[in-house]
Structures are given as structure tokens and as C-alpha cells.
T-cell receptor
């Protein structure tokens, strides 16, 4: 078994601030993902990475940067937080290249922008 | 790209009743299907993974049906109990979608005692 850790659990920022969210997995999975989940809504893909140093844009990449520093970690940066923004950011990883492998999710980072 | 529509967005049933959640998808090449459960305040947990070759898949207290002709996937909780109250998400993947899976918008299920 393994685990996905996301830090911080709660993040409060100011409008215009640059904010970084971190994700670590010890599954030794190749692929990692960042999703945004708004209250009562589905998941929207921001960025994903199929291997170390790889980066692929998802459907919602504008306003975000990401970095796959090493196989086990994938960070997401909100480049300029928007006032009244509230969402949960979910990190996920997948064991192998290919679409038949399920994604394992972390507990999420809950963002509030004042 | 793939589009996944999930219905209903909200579902309330009594304990012991069945609850059915349905997803339709657009890509005829879709081959892998997933159902996730998200309890309040928690992250997503995989409920079942379904391959295109199997039309009926049974889990503990639920059945997943796949109709490839209609491009429809459904989750049927056969006798719901309050512990089933959660958000449920379907997800669909095609062989050429570059490691992506596409999620439905979710169904918020409430099971009343």
C-alpha cells in the first residue's frame, strides 16, 4: 500500500498572492495529477505529469503553474489568487502509463482567498 | 475530447430503496470505466473499475452496468443504507486519451433512515 500526502490541508491567502500546494506519494507511481473541485461540482484537471520533469496542461491550466521535481512529488502554484476564490485541490497518482489504471487521491488542500 | 454527463446531480432515497446513478459518454473508443465515492470532507475512493469487455459488474451492495451501444454506464445501489450517503463520480478513459480519465460532475446521494 501507499499514501498520498498533501500540504497544507488548509490554505488561506490574500487576493493577488502567489500560493504553492505540495503533494507527495510513496506508491512509486509514474503519473501524477492536480485537480480543482469547486463546492458540489466535479473535478477539473489543471496539470498532470507522466514522469519526472514532465508537465502536461489540463483543461484549467491558466492561472496555475506546476512542477514535478522528482518522481514522488508534484507541486502546484496559484500564480495570483482571486478574491473570494474557494475550492479544494486534489492531487492524484496513477501506477502506470496507460488509461486502464485507476487514480489514487490525496485528502485535498482547501483554499480560501480573502 | 471525451464528454461525460452524469445524472442526477442530487438523489435522495429511503434506507432499503435502490439508488441509480447514470453516466453517458461520447467517445466510442472508451474502454475503461471507474466509479469513485467521496464521503463528506474526505477524498475520492475507488469503488469499482470496469473494463469494456464486461457488461455487468457486481460489488458489495451495488451493481455496475455498461451499455456500450448506448454509451451508458450506471451504478445501482441495491438496498441503500445511510452509510452510502456520499458523492459518487463516474470516470471514463479511452485508449488514446494520453493517460487522462474524464470525470462526471458527480451525484450527491442522501440515504434517509
Amino acid at each position: 500500500g501507499g499514501i498520498i500526502t498533501q500540504t497544507p490541508k488548509f490554505l488561506i491567502g490574500q487576493e493577488g498572492q502567489k500560493l504553492t500546494l505540495k503533494c507527495q506519494q510513496n506508491f512509486n507511481h509514474d503519473t501524477m495529477y492536480w485537480y480543482r473541485q469547486d463546492s458540489g461540482k466535479g473535478l477539473r484537471l489543471i496539470y498532470y505529469s507522466i514522469t519526472e520533469n514532465d508537465l502536461q496542461k489540463g483543461d484549467l491550466s491558466e492561472g496555475y503553474d506546476a512542477s514535478r521535481e522528482k518522481k514522488s512529488s508534484f507541486s502546484l502554484t496559484v500564480t495570483s489568487a482571486q478574491k473570494n476564490e474557494m475550492a479544494v485541490f486534489l492531487c492524484a497518482s496513477s501506477p502506470q502509463l496507460g488509461n486502464y489504471a485507476e487514480q489514487f487521491f490525496g485528502p485535498g488542500t482547501r483554499l480560501t482567498v480573502l | 475530447g471525451e464528454q461525460v454527463e452524469q445524472r442526477p446531480p442530487h438523489l435522495s432515497v429511503r434506507e432499503g430503496d435502490s439508488a441509480v446513478i447514470t453516466c453517458t459518454y461520447t467517445d466510442p473508443n472508451s474502454y475503461y470505466f471507474f466509479w469513485y465515492k467521496q464521503e463528506p470532507g474526505a477524498s475520492l475512493q475507488l469503488l469499482m473499475k470496469v473494463f469494456s469487455s464486461t457488461e455487468i459488474n457486481e460489488g458489495q451492495g451495488f451493481t455496475v452496468l455498461l451499455n456500450k451501444k448506448d454509451k451508458r454506464l450506471s451504478l445501482n445501489l441495491t438496498a441503500a443504507h445511510p452509510g452510502d450517503s456520499a458523492a459518487y463520480f463516474c470516470a471514463v478513459s479511452a485508449g488514446n486519451s494520453n493517460n487522462r480519465i474524464f470525470f462526471g460532475d458527480g451525484t450527491q446521494l442522501v440515504v434517509k433512515p
